[in-house]
């Protein structure tokens, strides 16, 4: 509540504050915040939080190493592209991922769900990790251009739809998981860690691959580390509840509005099915969060 938020917002030095005027989070350090975070949106919120660190990190190193192993030469394992090569390869990367999100990115959320769908990006992602190591292989046969790089798309599409299903999913749970009073907190927060994890991640997985290219001639190694961090964001994924999947209080909400219904004695529950989602859409706080 917001009385509550307003009693833990002391601790970052917000003073004489009224329940009845919106807090300031200015002065909280990131312990603070994460800490009035931890109590106002739960263990939920945290694993979030966690899950995008290690999302930005592996993101930001992606796209570092990707572009380290299309120019690294076919003898060193990489796949040799010139600037031409890697602008033309960037490019289908791009219209594949918008393709995926114009054609089926809504009728897939809708299927399986916020939650499900930001699991499955994780795990497409790790697996277009490894995939797209194979390009080395395919650039080395003696096929003909165009199967060639028919090949070396289909070996880039996973990253691609990975891409969509990633990070834009993510700020949706996030929305979701957070009371309405700390929204702004949370957002704010969320992007500082992304940003810090976009920072650290080209450091790390650009010295990973010249290490490991230079010491044992294996490009892969960085590949195979963010695989390893998609995989594990997507387990924490399996560890949120269904009801991540509706903005923050809905379903107390609803069975609020039930209890009042049944209470009236509604006896079409199809008209009582419509008015309660009528006033649950007003009552619930607007996110911003619908996909």
């Known amino acids: 509540s917001e009385s509550s938020a307003c009693e833990r917002a002391r601790v970052g030095s917000v ?29 939920q919120l945290v694993i979030l939080l966690v899950i995008n660190a290690i999302h930005g990190f592996s ?3 992606f796209l570092v190493v990707l572009v380290l192993l299309w120019s690294l030469s076919a003898e060193l394992g990489g796949l ?32 399986l769900g916020i939650r499900r769908m930001y699991g499955f990006g994780a795990l497409v992602l790790a697996l277009g990790c490894c995939t797209i190591t194979l390009g080395t292989y395919v650039v080395a046969l003696r096929s003909p251009l165009w199967v060639r790089n028919l090949l070396l798309l289909l070996l880039l599409a996973p990253c691609s739809v990975g ?5 834009p999913v993510l700020s949706t749970l996030l929305s979701n998981a ?4 700390i929204q702004g907190l949370c957002q704010g927060l969320a992007q500082s860690i992304a940003m810090a994890g976009r920072f650290f991640g080209p450091i790390g997985c650009g010295a990973a691959f010249s290490w490991a290219s230079r010491a044992y001639n294996a490009p892969w190694v960085p590949f195979a580390m963010l695989a390893a ?3 594990t964001c997507m387990s924490l994924s399996c560890a949120l509840s269904s009801s ?15 209890v009042v219904g049944e209470s009236r004695g509604t006896e079409n529950y199809d008209d009582r099915d419509d008015a309660i ?13 619908g996909i």
Not at 23 to 39: C, D, E, G, I, R
Not at 277 to 289: L, S
């Open 15 to 43: 003073e004489n504050c009224d329940p009845s005027e919106p807090v300031s989070y200015q002065n909280l350090s990131m312990l603070q915040a994460l800490t009035l975070l931890w109590n106002e949106g739960g263990t």
């Open 244 to 258: 991540i999947e509706t903005p923050y209080g809905y379903q107390q909400q609803r069975h609020e509005v039930e």
């Open 80 to 111: 040799g592209f010139d600037a031409n090569g890697s602008g033309a390869a960037f490019a289908a990367f791009g219209f594949i991922g918008l393709t995926f999100q114009l054609l089926l990115f809504r009728k897939m959320a809708s299927l």
């Open 59 to 61: 993101n930001g190193g």
């Open 178 to 181: 957070a009371p309405p009073h």
């Open 277 to 289: 989602e009528r006033i649950v859409r007003k009552i619930t706080p607007r996110t911003g969060a």
């Open 163 to 167: 891409f969509m299903c990633g990070l």
């Open 229 to 231: 961090n998609y995989l």
